[in-house]
Nanobody, 125 residues
Framework: QVQLVESGGGLVQAGGSLRLSCAASGRTFSSHIMGWFRQAPGKEREFVGAISWNTGSTNYVDSVKGRFTISRDNAKNTVYLQMDSLKPEDTAVYYC??????????????????WGQGTQVTVSS
């Protein structure tokens, strides 16, 4: 049973930083793509970025490029989303998700099989 558990959300002022973690368990993830998504109130859940567990290659939505960084720690089976220079429009519930096989170019949420419960990020102006 695949489990994804996010942590690290909270309240931060604009310009600040947060690091989200996604702890994965239940199988070997070496062939998986790990994605981060977010959903703001009244909006669709959108792709933020993804990382290949095997190669470490990454992909980001344009709105977070240069501000957000995804990394992984294979020994801890954990993926991180480092968020810097946060803006009020980054306020959302952030989810990690995973799928077996594929590439980091997969941005459609329907293509991801397993999801975490989400963690709230609130950026005040």
């Amino acid at each position: 049973q695949v489990q994804l558990v996010e942590s690290g959300g909270g309240l931060v002022q604009a310009g600040g930083s947060l690091r989200l973690s996604c702890a994965a368990s239940g199988r070997t993830f070496s062939s998986h793509i790990m994605g981060w998504f977010r959903q703001a109130p009244g909006k669709e859940r959108e792709f933020v970025g993804a990382i290949s567990w095997n190669t470490g290659s990454t992909n980001y939505v344009d709105s977070v490029k240069g501000r957000f960084t995804i990394s992984r720690d294979n020994a801890k089976n954990t993926v991180y989303l480092q968020m810097d220079s946060l803006k009020p429009e980054d306020t959302a519930v952030y989810y990690c998700a995973t799928r077996r096989w594929g590439t980091v170019a997969l941005t459609d949420r329907s293509l991801y099989s397993y999801w975490g419960q989400g963690t709230q990020v609130t950026v005040s102006s």
